[in-house]
């Protein structure tokens, strides 16, 4: 039997009938259409399906989209204002965070929640937030200097940073 | 892979949770924090016919310190154990194993009441109970965790039976739990706890066997004043961990050990 669920993604109201068994990530890739949400594992171990859930980061490939009912979803497509990139999407960029690409919106997801949590995280408390998020291409020093970045921009704290996200704003 | 058929169904109380499991009988299954269940339907290694999904039930979630006990309800989520400051208070060692169970996304949505059902060799929180003689509560008894993990993936609760809360003792002297890892996400390959109460030492072994372990002869080694390095010689006494894709019996039985004595030792 199908079932009714209403969500809310990336700040639209969205309304479908779906099977139970429909998993989050395909519910958003295949019935919203946003396929920014990647699937990269049959074993909730990978990240890539990494999304905030009421702002929290959750594998949407470990979650039913029933189980999403009147949830708040944000993706990697909900990060950018006005084609402004989000902090994370351009020290990503800036820094090198990516080669093939498969595995980053999971980890600017989860780095996403890390930064809400912690707005001034370590070399190590980016390793232990990102810690169930694999790179199969293994940037995983580019991905946490990206993160160090995104935070700096974030919270203005250094001044090479603040130049830096001047320098975002004028490209 | 895509999970197989099932209904589904939210129960908003404990009774009609236990109602939809009876309707449904053996073929039903609880739906918690989904991150064992989920990943066993997508590989098809479970197939239920119908969830019931009980995290609407309110209060389930709850953690509070009555008398000289904890009670960390069934849907108290990982991350909550892990930053909640009565847990740190009361039994810090379990707010330590919870911020390092699996990762920030699997802690946000797991729960003490989903690892405890699901009984696995290699959760952490079932050592915890069991060497602290927690009792395991559910809306039809109260189960003594020494009673509880029977087997591999193996405790008494009968199909309409649902788990509705952890009650621990208040314990906060020395502790420490290790739990050895090749990565930062995986489960234990082994861990080791130990946590002094009541004058004396408890100490729990995780994956070194089909159930958590109470390691009793170290325990013992340490009270008739035995030096910490000889009485975590007895951490492997009777035990027959089967091996597996990271370690070989004979390599767990060393790392129980070594383990235990580091537990010892850095607990504070
Ligand atoms: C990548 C990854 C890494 C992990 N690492 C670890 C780790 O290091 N250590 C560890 O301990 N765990 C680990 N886990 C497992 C995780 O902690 C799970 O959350 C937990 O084992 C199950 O809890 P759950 O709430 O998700 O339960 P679910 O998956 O929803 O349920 C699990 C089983 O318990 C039953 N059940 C759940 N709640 C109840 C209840 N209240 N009453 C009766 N039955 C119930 C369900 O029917 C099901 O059979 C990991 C998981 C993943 C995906
Ligand atoms: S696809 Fe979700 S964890 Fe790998
Ligand atoms: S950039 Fe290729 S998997 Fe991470």
């Known amino acids: ?171 | 892979m895509i999970p197989a058929a099932f209904e589904y169904s939210h129960a908003t109380s404990v009774e009609e949770a236990s109602k939809l499991l009876d309707k449904y009988g053996e073929d039903a299954k609880v739906l918690a924090g989904g991150h064992s269940l989920i990943p066993l339907m997508r590989l098809r290694l479970a197939q239920p016919k119908a969830l019931v999904d009980i995290n609407g039930i309110k209060g389930l979630e709850n953690i509070e310190v009555k008398g000289s006990k904890l009670h960390v309800g069934a849907l108290a989520r990982h991350v909550d154990i892990n930053n909640s400051h009565v847990v740190k208070d009361n039994l810090p060692i379990l707010a330590e194993v919870a911020g390092e169970v699996g990762d920030n996304q699997v802690r946000n949505m797991g729960t003490m009441g989903g690892v405890v059902a699901h009984a696995d060799a290699a959760g952490d929180y079932p050592t915890i109970a069991l060497m602290l003689d927690a009792e395991v509560v559910t809306n039809k008894r109260t189960i003594q965790a020494k009673d509880f993990f029977k087997d591999l993936f193996t405790t008494p609760l009968a199909v309409n039976e649902i788990v509705t809360e952890v009650v621990f003792p208040v314990a906060n002297g020395p502790h420490k739990y290790i739990k050895f890892r090749r990565r930062l996400f995986d489960w234990a390959i082994v861990g080791a706890a130990a946590q002094k109460m009541n004058g004396g030492w408890r100490i729990g072994l995780t994956n070194v066997g089909p159930t958590p372990v109470r390691a009793k002869a170290v325990e013992d080694a340490l009270h008739s004043g035995a030096k910490v390095e000889e009485a975590a010689q007895h951490a492997s006494d009777g035990l027959d961990p089967s091996g597996d894709l990271r370690a070989s019996p004979e390599y767990k039985k060393h790392l129980a050990r070594v383990l235990t004595r580091r537990a010892i030792e850095q607990a504070g």
């Open chain 1, 1 to 171: 039997m199908k079932h009714k669920v209403a969500t809310t993604v990336n700040g639209h109201p969205q309304e479908h009938e779906v099977e139970p068994r429909l998993l989050l990530v395909h519910y958003l890739r295949d019935v919203v259409g946003l396929t920014g949400t990647h699937i990269g594992c049959d074993t909730s171990q990978c990240g890539a399906c990494t999304i905030l859930v009421d702002g929290k980061a959750v594998k949407s490939c470990t979650m039913f989209a029933v189980q999403a009912e009147g949830k708040n979803l944000t993706t990697i497509e909900g990060l950018a204002h006005d084609g402004q990139l989000h902090p994370l999407q351009q020290a990503f960029w800036d820094e090198h965070g990516l080669q093939c690409g498969y595995c980053t919106p999971g980890f600017i997801m989860a780095a996403a929640y890390l930064l809400a949590q912690n707005p001034n995280p370590t070399d190590d408390d980016i390793r232990k937030g990102l810690e169930g998020n694999l790179c199969r291409c293994t940037g995983y020093v580019n991905i946490i200097k990206s993160v160090k970045s995104a935070a700096a921009m974030m919270g203005g704290a250094t001044e090479k940073a603040g130049e830096r996200a001047a320098a975002a704003k004028r490209s």
